[in-house]
């Protein structure tokens, strides 16, 4: 199987800070690119995300969540929800171009361009262990969680 290692990126983060890939100390990171903060979905991924993060950390593993959202928005959606994990603000879409995660999406019967829900875990080489795309919901993260147990 060709290793597909993931090139270096910076993306303003919550918390004031930005974030570098090359940076990353975690021995796994989980980023997960999601539609859009406090939309039904993405609201119950996020707290799935946060109610495991305890776990993930004790595997090593970091988690960021990814979205065009801007950075108040992301700011906004991580206070009300709580999570212990920072968002990454792709207002410019260059991550999600490198992931390969914008698609064409039906949304009421009309075609528009969007994030198709999907998540990747990296070593600590940036090489991607696994990806999960176009996911559903109920399930992924534990789905995930049990992955990087394995690792």
């Given at each position: 199987?060709?290793?597909?290692?993931?090139?270096?990126?910076?993306?303003?983060?919550?918390?004031?800070?930005?974030?570098?890939?090359?940076?990353?100390?975690?021995?796994?990171?989980?980023?997960?690119?999601?539609?859009?903060?406090?939309?039904p979905?993405?609201?119950?991924?996020?707290i799935?995300?946060?109610?495991?993060?305890?776990?993930?950390?004790?595997?090593?593993?970091?988690?960021?969540?990814?979205?065009?959202?801007?950075?108040?928005?992301?700011?906004?959606?991580?206070?009300?929800?709580?999570?212990?994990?920072?968002?990454?603000?792709?207002?410019?879409?260059?991550?999600?171009?490198?992931?390969?995660?914008?698609?064409m999406?039906?949304?009421?019967?009309?075609?528009?361009?969007?994030?198709e829900?999907?998540?990747?875990?990296?070593?600590?080489?940036?090489?991607?262990?696994?990806?999960?795309?176009?996911?559903?919901?109920?399930?992924?993260?534990?789905?995930?969680?049990?992955?990087?147990?394995?690792?």
């Amino acid at each position: 199987m060709e290793k597909h290692i993931v090139s270096d990126f910076s993306l303003p983060c919550t918390g004031g800070a930005t974030f570098h890939l090359s940076e990353a100390k975690e021995k796994f990171l989980v980023l997960y690119f999601y539609p859009k903060d406090n939309t039904p979905g993405c609201t119950t991924e996020g707290i799935q995300f946060r109610d495991l993060h305890p776990q993930f950390q004790k595997l090593g593993c970091g988690i960021y969540g990814i979205s065009r959202d801007s950075l108040k928005s992301h700011e906004g959606f991580k206070a009300k929800l709580g999570f212990p994990f920072d968002l990454l603000a792709d207002t410019e879409e260059s991550v999600c171009t490198q992931f390969g995660v914008i698609k064409m999406k039906n949304m009421y019967g009309k075609q528009v361009r969007g994030i198709e829900r999907s998540t990747f875990v990296l070593d600590r080489e940036r090489v991607i262990r696994r990806e999960w795309r176009g996911i559903k919901v109920p399930g992924h993260v534990q789905e995930v969680f049990d992955f990087v147990k394995t690792l």
